[in-house]
């Protein structure tokens, strides 16, 4: 681990969260790359009811982690309530493969997210308590990289086990929880907090006087995180286009490996970049390409133009998932650090139930260019926003 360092100018803390959160990941793509023809074909769900099982699900996660957080900050503690949400996660794999109606894979979903929730905030507190601010951009990138990892390899091992078993998607779902255990392992094993300095007093409580004191830095980087979150739905709905442009459920994992080899490539150079040149035009810049993958993605006539928007989508996604994480850590002091998480996940994941409901709604309605033409405005609009009203003045820089 001294050699990793060295080359990673990063403690091994963090990189040790990075393999907890790639086998996390594989775990979890093993099965959401099968999930949305699951539920929409073996179950018969509708691509409405899928949006509503994805968007409560990451609400639900949302609503979590803010009270996770508040717990975090209150006990001074990170990696035990981290801990205990891997291993929820970990032992609700099996749910899926035991699901013969859409209403079980909802609780299945729900409890999986519950997980991931518990762990999120404490989590992304932790990754800052590790190192310093400068090089903040660099730890979440890397984290948020080795994840992608994960995201890739997830749904490849589901290609390679669906032919290996004849399509048998619920043995897949079941294979899923072999590495999800090994994320708990690394993470108890691997993984030491640093102490906590704030002292007792100033540990917080969830009032609106604690809330307006978190500070305007921090709220105008929620806002950014609530048009981001409207343009962008869960990617359930990438694959249901790639579906319907021609792709086998057996391949369907397919469209979650493009998206992430180009996300998991980009998110570690993109955070090392805005650690040297600032992160608001790295987010600007974010937003130009949503618009270009959403419209992508509505009007292309193939699979490959569907793929080829897949990949705009990841590299979007390298461009402000890990730099908005390195924006709450900076715009927050220290004491609330897992709270300002916490709240900005529980406003973003709210706005994504609205997300996700209405592109279901419209995908129903009016098909997928719809859906995606929708996101593309609303990102549209954020950029517009984001150039505008984000401009910082000179001597108050929001995002520098």
């Known amino acids: 681990m001294k050699g990793v360092r060295l080359r990673l100018n990063l403690p091994r803390g963090i990189v040790a969260l990075g393999f907890v959160s790639l086998f996390m990941d594989v775990s979890s793509e093993m099965i959401h790359g099968l999930l949305p023809l699951f539920v929409v074909g073996t179950l018969g769900a509708s691509a409405a009811v899928l949006g509503l099982i994805e968007g409560l699900g990451e609400a639900t996660a949302s609503v979590v982690k803010l009270f996770s957080g508040i717990l975090s900050d209150r006990i001074g ?18 749910l899926f493969a035991l699901a013969g109606v859409p209403g079980v894979v909802l609780v299945a979903r729900l409890a999986d997210r519950v997980g991931k929730g518990i762990r999120g905030a404490p989590r992304d507190a932790l990754v800052a308590d590790l190192v310093p601010e400068a090089q903040r951009g660099a730890a979440y990138g890397l984290r948020q ?26 043995l897949v779902f079941w294979l899923a929880i072999i590495p999800a255990l090994a994320a708990v392992a690394v993470l ?7 102490e906590v300095r704030a002292p007792k007093a100033e540990r917080p409580r969830l009032t609106p006087a604690s809330l307006v004191a978190l500070g305007r830095g921090f709220w105008l980087v929620v806002g950014i995180g609530v048009v981001l979150t409207l343009a962008r ?18 391949l369907a994992p397919l469209v979650l490996v ?4 180009v996300y998991a490539l980009a998110a570690w150079p993109l955070g090392v970049l805005s650690d040297r040149i600032g992160r608001r035009g790295l987010l600007v810049t ?3 390409v949503l618009v270009l993958a959403d419209l992508v993605l509505a009007f292309a006539p193939g699979l490959w133009g569907v793929l080829a928007g897949v990949a705009v989508w990841g590299l979007q996604m390298a461009l402000t998932q890990g730099l908005l994480a390195a924006e709450v850590a900076a715009a927050a002091p220290a004491a609330v650090r897992a709270t300002a998480f916490g709240v900005f996940n529980m406003v973003t994941g709210i706005v994504l139930l609205a997300a996700n409901a209405l592109a279901g709604v419209l995908w ?6 719809a859906t995606f033409g929708a996101g593309a405005g609303f990102a549209a609009l954020g950029l517009i926003g984001l150039l505008v009203l984000g401009r910082p003045r000179p001597g108050h820089e929001v995002l520098p």
């Open 364 to 369: 129903a309605w009016f098909g997928a260019g």
């Open 145 to 170: 990289s080795m994840d992608t990892v994960g995201a890739f390899i997830g749904p490849l091992a589901a290609i390679a086990l669906m032919a290996a078993f004849a399509g048998n998607v619920r």
């Open 258 to 261: 493009v998206m992430n080899v």
């Open 188 to 194: 108890v094993i691997y993984v030491h907090e640093p």
């Open 77 to 94: 503690r990170r990696k035990p309530l981290a801990v205990a949400g891997y291993a929820l996660s970990a032992l609700t794999k099996p």
């Open 233 to 250: 739905f869960s990617e359930a709905f990438l694959i249901l286009r790639a579906s319907e442009a021609g792709l086998a459920m057996a």
């Open 286 to 288: 974010g937003f130009a």
